[in-house]
Antibody, heavy 122, light 109 residues
Framework: EVQLVESGGDLVQPGRSLRLSCVVS????????MHWVRQAPGKGLEWVSG????????AYADSVEGRFTISRDNAKNSLHLQMNSLRAEDTAFYYC???????????????WGQGTLVTVSS | SYVLTQPPSVSVAPGQTARIPCGGS??????VNWYHQKPGQAPVVVVY???DRPSGIPERFSGTNSENTATLTISSVEAGDEADYYC????????????FGGGTRLTVL
């Protein structure tokens, strides 16, 4: 059974940092690109970042470029999102999602975690 | 920047057909994916590459894509289909990568 389990969400003050993690099981992790998608409470979906199978290709939404860093540890079946200089508008549920391809972009996300909530507020 | 436009809401009676449009400039040249999301749950893909269905998704779900509009069609709508539906494309220009539509709330009357 495929599982993606996010962790690390918390209440943090603006300007502070937070690191999210996603541990996966049930599939060969280093065969696939992985992504982070977020959703502000009551709002729509927003893609945040993606990383290909060997970390050779990373991409970010303009809204987080320069503040967030995506990484993965294939030995530990884990995906991470380092979030710095957090803003109130970063408040959202953060989902990790499995792509259907290993390299480049395209395709769709066939498995998602249940999300972890990040709240940025003073 | 590239924009996908969806109506905020669509309502349909049980057993009828729901059509959810997703408008975008020349969207017919892109592959469109559709996700549904029920309250408190993660999104689930229901149609990918315009018209393909993942295993486990009923044949009642279908998709088309032409010119400036992609459409998700749900036939014989059931109460359990009530959810938010999002279209999504990959966009290679201007470093945008991924675009989601704003989402459509499907209400089953």
């Amino acid at each position: 059974e495929v599982q993606l389990v996010e962790s690390g969400g918390d209440l943090v003050q603006p300007g502070r940092s937070l690191r999210l993690s996603c541990v996966v099981s049930g599939f060969i992790f280093d065969d696939y690109a992985m992504h982070w998608v977020r959703q502000a409470p009551g709002k729509g979906l927003e893609w945040v970042s993606g990383i290909d199978w060997n970390s050779g290709n990373l991409a970010y939404a303009d809204s987080v470029e320069g503040r967030f860093t995506i990484s993965r540890d294939n030995a530990k079946n884990s995906l991470h999102l380092q979030m710095n200089s957090l803003r109130a508008e970063d408040t959202a549920f953060y989902y990790c999602a499995k792509g259907v391809y290993s390299t480049g972009w395209g395709g769709y996300w066939d498995y998602w975690g249940q999300g972890t909530l990040v709240t940025v507020s003073s | 920047s590239y924009v996908l436009t969806q109506p905020p809401s669509v309502s349909v009676a049980p057993g009828q057909t729901a059509r959810i449009p997703c408008g975008g400039s020349n969207i017919g040249s892109k592959n469109v994916n559709w996700y549904h999301q029920k309250p408190g749950q993660a999104p689930v893909v229901v149609v990918y590459d315009d018209s393909d269905r993942p295993s486990g998704i009923p044949e009642r779900f279908s998709g088309t894509n032409s010119e400036n509009t992609a459409t998700l069609t749900i036939s014989s709508v059931e109460a359990g289909d009530e959810a938010d539906y999002y279209c999504q494309v990959w966009e290679s220009s201007n470093d945008q990568y991924v675009i989601f539509g704003g989402g459509t709330r499907l209400t089953v009357l």
